[in-house]
C-alpha cells in the first residue's frame, strides 16, 4: 500500500479542499459550487435530443458556462476538432461536461412503463409480446404501436418526458442548476429586474 498524505487547503471555509495524495495519483475532496445555468426552451430540447442520440464514433459534449453543445469526432479529426478537443479536455468536468446517452436498459423500462399505459388490450399485449424479446425490439414495437398514430404519438412524448428528467438528473449531478424560460424571454432583462 503506497504511502498517502493527507492535506487541507487553506481556503475560506466555504470552499475548503482536502487532498488524498500519493506519488501517482491525487483525489480532492471538497464542496462542489453549483453553477446556475440559463437555457432557452430550444437549448434544453437540444439537450434532451443529444441524450437520446447515440452515433459510434461520436461525443457531445455541454459547456455550462454557455449552454452549448458541442459534437466531438472520436476518430478521424482536422485541425478545428483537434482545437476542440484540447479545449474540452482543458475544460473537462469543469466547462466542458459529456453528455451521457440512453442506456438500452432504460429505452426497455420506457417501453414497459408505456406499454402498461395502452388502455386497448389487445395492443397492450401485443406490446408485451415484442417485449419477451428478440431481434429489433426497438424498432418492432414501434412497429407495432404505429398501428395507432394517437398511442404512437403518446409513446414519443412519454419517452420525451422520461429523457426530460434524466437530462435534468444529470444536470443536477454536475451541479448545475438550470432556469428554463422561454423564447421570448431575454434572460439579461430578468436578471436585472
Known amino acids: 500500500m503506497r504511502n498517502r498524505k493527507r492535506k487541507k487547503s487553506a481556503l475560506s471555509d466555504h470552499e ?20 446556475e445555468l440559463i437555457l432557452k426552451e430550444h437549448q ?4 434532451i435530443e443529444t441524450y437520446d442520440m447515440y452515433m ?13 453543445i458541442v459534437m466531438l469526432n472520436t476518430f478521424d479529426r482536422d485541425d478545428e476538432e ?10 473537462f468536468n469543469d466547462i466542458y461536461f459529456r453528455i451521457p446517452c440512453r442506456e438500452s ?16 388490450e389487445k395492443l397492450r399485449i401485443k406490446l408485451f409480446n415484442v417485449l419477451i424479446g428478440g431481434k429489433k425490439m426497438f424498432r418492432r414495437f ?5 398501428s395507432d398514430a394517437r398511442e404512437l404519438d403518446r409513446y414519443y412524448k412519454f419517452v420525451e418526458s422520461r ?9 443536477e449531478s454536475i451541479n448545475v442548476k438550470l432556469k428554463v424560460v422561454a423564447e421570448n424571454d431575454n434572460p439579461a432583462e430578468e436578471n436585472i429586474k
Open 44 to 47: 434544453l430540447q437540444d439537450l
Open 105 to 120: 436498459s432504460e429505452g426497455y423500462m420506457d417501453m414497459e412503463d408505456f406499454a402498461d399505459t395502452v388502455s386497448n
Open 82 to 91: 483537434e482545437e476542440l478537443s484540447e479545449a474540452i479536455e482543458e475544460g
Open 56 to 68: 459510434d464514433g461520436i461525443e457531445h459534449f455541454f459547456n455550462i458556462d454557455t449552454g452549448e
Open 142 to 146: 414501434k412497429d407495432a404501436l404505429s
Open 163 to 171: 429523457n426530460k428528467e434524466r437530462v435534468l438528473d444529470w444536470l
Open 16 to 35: 475548503s479542499v482536502s487532498i488524498d495524495q500519493d506519488d501517482q495519483f491525487y483525489f480532492i475532496e471538497g464542496e462542489h459550487q453549483v453553477k
